[in-house]
């Protein structure tokens, strides 16, 4: 690699770390939103039964 070894390599570990933390936050937020999502539902869900029908 002509003396840039440390370089290449480097660079590779610092687009893999990238990529790795990019999917851990990713799946994070997915995790967050869908509990969101459900609490909202069971919310929606508990405002219908307590209508009344008219």
Do not use: P
């Not at 990019?22 to 508990?46: G, V």
């Amino acid at each position: 690699m002509g003396g840039y070894g440390l370089y290449v390599w480097g660079s590779y570990v610092v687009t893999f770390i990238c990529i790795a933390g990019e999917i851990l936050l990713i799946s994070n937020r997915r995790r967050t939103l869908e509990k969101q999502y459900s609490h909202i539902e069971d919310l929606d869900n508990n405002e219908t039964k307590n209508e009344t029908t008219s």
